[in-house]
């Protein structure tokens, strides 16, 4: 096996080492993040690290980067207290990329991106039209995390909408059939496919296929 050591890790070309870090834990999830300035500006970006943190209350984190340069999506959010979260699906991965580019805060990604925003049930934030499962989040809390200056940022989940062939009736979502993407690093887009469900595991209790 090749092997590194932290030493050699710090010591790597910095585009090398941020593909290798970024990729060497698997998967992550792929969402775009749409919000508004309080300019009336709306902002749509990709991000991969949004994460679930409780369903009771529903709750999610999203990891923001060092603020020692603009970070739209992040300000909106603290300006505005809400935005919304939506999936990727195969169809628009081009699109979901270009969203990453660095437009000035007078620009819409929207426009740039050839996506389009759609608003629901009177919530302030956009939508990603296209997406199949979308989020309406309210921020709650943040907590920097100071070994590297990122900041964590918790909102809760007051919206979900969502196709309903993808729903199960035990409320497990079919992410294969609504063509949810996956991200690897920082610019690879892969499409899961699902091997199997299990039960709930139990001390000396079979592990048996719940797949249906």
């Given at each position: 096996?090749?092997?590194?050591?932290?030493?050699?890790?710090?010591?790597?070309?910095?585009?090398?080492?941020?593909?290798?870090?970024?990729?060497?834990?698997?998967?992550?999830?792929?969402?775009?993040?749409?919000?508004?300035?309080?300019?009336?500006?709306?902002?749509?970006?990709?991000?991969?690290?949004?994460?679930?943190?409780?369903?009771?209350?529903?709750?999610?984190?999203?990891?923001?980067?060092?603020?020692?340069?603009?970070?739209?999506?992040?300000?909106?959010?603290?300006?505005?207290?809400?935005?919304?979260?939506?999936?990727?699906?195969?169809?628009?991965?081009?699109?979901?990329h270009h969203t990453a580019a660095?437009?000035?805060?007078?620009?819409?990604?929207?426009?740039?991106?050839?996506?389009?925003?759609?608003?629901?049930?009177?919530?302030?934030?956009?939508?990603?039209?296209?997406?199949?499962?979308?989020?309406?989040?309210?921020?709650?809390?943040?907590?920097?995390?100071?070994?590297?200056?990122?900041?964590?940022?918790?909102?809760?989940?007051?919206?979900?909408?969502?196709?309903?062939?993808?729903?199960?009736?035990?409320?497990?979502?079919?992410?294969?059939?609504?063509?949810?993407?996956?991200?690897?690093?920082?610019?690879?887009?892969?499409?899961?496919?699902?091997?199997?469900?299990?039960?709930?595991?139990?001390?000396?209790?079979?592990?048996?296929?719940?797949?249906?």
């Amino acid at each position: 096996m090749t092997y590194y050591n932290q030493q050699e890790l710090i010591k790597l070309d910095k585009l090398f080492r941020g593909n290798l870090i970024n990729s060497c834990t698997g998967y992550k999830s792929a969402n775009l993040i749409a919000t508004k300035s309080v300019a009336g500006i709306e902002n749509v970006a990709v991000f991969n690290s949004v994460s679930h943190i409780g369903s009771n209350p529903p709750i999610l984190s999203i990891l923001f980067r060092p603020t020692t340069v603009s970070r739209n999506t992040y300000t909106n959010i603290k300006d505005t207290g809400i935005f919304s979260i939506n999936s990727i699906s195969e169809d628009f991965i081009k699109q979901a990329h270009h969203t990453a580019a660095k437009y000035d805060d007078t620009i819409s990604e929207f426009d740039k991106s050839n996506l389009t925003q759609e608003y629901r049930d009177g919530f302030e934030a956009p939508f990603v039209q296209n997406s199949i499962i979308q989020l309406g989040c309210r921020y709650l809390n943040e907590y920097v995390i100071k070994e590297n200056d990122t900041i964590l940022v918790l909102g809760s989940i007051e919206h979900l909408y969502l196709k309903e062939n993808i729903i199960l009736e035990d409320g497990w979502l079919d992410l294969e059939k609504a063509n949810s993407i996956a991200i690897t690093g920082l610019d690879a887009y892969s499409k899961p496919k699902l091997i199997d469900r299990f039960n709930y595991a139990r001390p000396e209790q079979e592990v048996k296929s719940i797949k249906k």
